[in-house]
């Protein structure tokens, strides 16, 4: 059974904007590294964004200046807020934490990221 929930992917238009929420079941986000993946089709899974349990964040270099990560913790909810979109953003996106504390929160380490949804498609039209 799914702990994390994603929705809000859709089909937009080159320069258009989606926001992304993902919604846990089980746990609170404030304890965890939590972050934002995606996966094309034929392509490795990528990190897109990373937030820290004390708020800090780190994206990947393709998305900063255009994706915004940030989770309402009250409402136990992640978010992506994603503008400008290219037709290179599509993909399936997930949402994933860090339960055990080991991925230092770093883009690169998703294995180590050991909760994952169950995603959420992304398709940007040229």
């Known amino acids: 059974q799914a702990h994390l929930v994603e929705s809000g992917g859709g089909s937009v238009q080159t320069g258009g904007s989606l926001r992304l929420s993902c919604v846990s079941s089980?746990?609170?986000?404030?304890?965890?590294?939590m972050g934002w993946f995606r996966q094309a089709p034929g392509k490795e899974r990528e990190g897109v964004a990373t937030?820290?349990?004390?708020?800090?964040?780190t994206y990947a270099d393709s998305v900063n200046g255009r994706f915004t990560i940030s989770k309402d913790n009250a409402k136990n909810t992640l978010y992506l807020q994603m503008n400008s979109l290219k037709p290179e953003d599509t993909a399936m996106y997930y949402c994933?934490?860090?339960?055990?504390?080991?991925?230092?929160?770093?883009?690169?380490?998703?294995?180590?990221?050991?909760?994952w949804g169950q995603g959420t498609q992304v398709t940007v039209s040229s």
């Open positions: 994933a934490a860090d339960l055990r504390g080991r991925s230092r929160c770093r883009l690169d380490r998703s294995n180590d990221f050991n909760d």
């Open positions: 089980r746990y609170t986000y404030s304890a965890y590294c």
């Open positions: 937030i820290r349990s004390d708020g800090s964040i």
